[in-house]
């Protein structure tokens, strides 16, 4: 399953959930929570259900038909997989499959891991990711975004253009290809 983060930020910025878009307008909550959720295809849909939520959200049904359809291109690809590490001790490598992660810990120390399962779905994974980002609520996180090159909240493109790093811990991800060192981050 994936989550449309583009479609998220709509449905927050209109104090909306699943819940209440379906309430509003009037799709049933199966079909709103299968589109979201990747369960059913977009060209599968009634085109009077996208009307209605595209109507709600306040965007044409081609945008969220557009929407839609690039999620449903993305959903092998929200993140490239990475090794997981720990100042410069590689902790593991994180595979990102179709529909569940997988975790190869190298190393299980409870301080140094931020996934406690050795594998999670991508519901799971995309929480964890989400909590290595600025929260979305920040008065200053349109700035935040642009200093990094992005133009909307996506935490998982917010990890890759960060490497995951936080204050808060020495926990970061290093990307194939990459030649980084844990000082490159305290620069």
């Not at 998220?8 to 878009?21: D, E, P, R």
């Not at 306040?58 to 999620?71: C, I, K, T």
């Not at 990475?82 to 499959?97: A, S």
């Not at 179709?98 to 594998?119: A, G, L, T």
Request: net charge negative; aromatic share 12%.
């Amino acid at each position: 399953m994936r989550d449309t983060v583009v479609l998220s930020g709509k449905l927050k910025n209109k104090g909306l959930n699943l819940h209440t878009l379906s309430e509003k307008s009037g799709v049933s909550y199966s079909t709103v929570y299968n589109l979201f959720k990747g369960e059913k295809s977009v060209k599968d849909a009634k085109a009077e259900s996208v009307y209605k939520i595209a109507s709600e959200l306040g965007v044409s049904m081609d945008y969220l038909y557009n929407q839609f359809v690039q999620s449903e291109s993305d959903r092998g690809s929200i993140m490239p997989d990475f090794t997981l590490m720990w100042q410069d001790e590689e902790m593991g490598e994180v595979h990102i499959g179709e529909s569940n992660v997988h975790i190869d810990k190298y190393v299980r120390h409870p301080v140094k891991q931020i996934f406690y399962k050795d594998e999670i779905t991508r519901f799971e994974f995309g929480e964890i990711m989400r909590s290595r980002c600025w929260d979305e609520n920040r008065q200053d996180i349109k700035e935040l975004l642009s200093s990094i090159g992005l133009m909307e909240y996506n935490p998982f493109q917010i990890c890759i253009k960060t490497h995951g790093r936080m204050v808060q811990d020495m926990t970061w991800f290093r990307f194939e290809g990459e030649d980084l060192r844990y000082e490159d981050f305290k620069r």
